[in-house]
T-cell receptor, first 116, second 117 residues
């Protein structure tokens, strides 16, 4: 079974600063995808960024980037120039194909507060 | 358009009631999912539908009954629920299931907040 660990239950960052959210996972599989999802207080889960395990290059999406270390099974999210709208719960997610179907395991989440 | 809609937004029901949750997407996705999310916890997978067929049932009690009447709609029928079933129920969809290559992003709806009295 796969496990996803987010060791920071809560974090805060000043507006315009940079913050890094950590995520580690455990798997014996070689092919998988990793995701960061954001769930604001309004509760809709929104995709932030995704990373294919077979790609060595770290994914970036505007102010969001990841540091993917496959050997260390680490997948951290860096948010640059933090904005008030970044305040949300952030979930790290691991996706594996099981019998041809997607099975996603989520971490326990990190609650990020951006302070004006 | 990456929109998944869910109705109702809130639902309060007694333990003897029968109710249904509805999920809809018009992105042409062929895989749809139900998740249960308790407060301050991550979502937990309940069911996976691929091409309108139930593909995964994560040992969910029979008081939850999923239905996929067509490729755009996913229902979750509720009957004789318990107070511990109170949670946020999230629907998600992705491009395809088996045969599609599989590693598609899941897009989530806003959820239905269910309270069982």
């Amino acid at each position: 079974a796969q496990t996803v660990t987010q060791s920071q239950p809560e974090m805060s960052v000043q507006e315009a600063e940079t913050v890094t959210l950590s995520c580690t996972y455990d798997t014996s599989e070689n092919n998988y995808y990793l995701f960061w999802y954001k769930q604001p207080p309004s509760r809709q889960m929104i995709l932030v960024i995704r990373q294919e395990a077979y790609k060595q290059q770290n994914a970036t999406e505007n102010r969001f980037s990841v540091n993917f270390q496959k050997a260390a099974k680490s997948f951290s999210l860096k948010i640059s120039d933090s904005q008030l709208g970044d305040t949300a719960m952030y979930f790290c997610a691991f996706m594996l194909l099981s019998g041809g179907y997607q099975k996603v395991t989520f971490g326990t989440g990190t609650k990020l507060q951006v302070i004006p | 358009d990456t929109e998944v809609t869910q109705t109702p937004k809130h639902l309060v029901m007694g333990m003897t009631n029968k109710k249904s949750l509805k999920c809809e997407q018009h992105m042409g996705h062929r895989a749809m999912y139900w998740y249960k999310q308790k407060a301050k916890k991550p979502p937990e997978l309940m069911f996976v539908y691929s091409y309108e067929k139930l593909s995964i049932n994560e040992s969910v009690p029979s008081r939850f009954s999923p239905e996929c009447p067509n490729s755009s709609l996913l229902n979750l029928h509720l009957h004789a629920l318990q107070p511990e079933d109170s949670a946020l129920y999230l629907c998600a969809s992705s491009q395809g299931g088996r045969g599609s290559g599989g590693y598609d992003t899941q897009y989530f709806g806003p959820g239905t907040r269910l309270t069982v009295l």
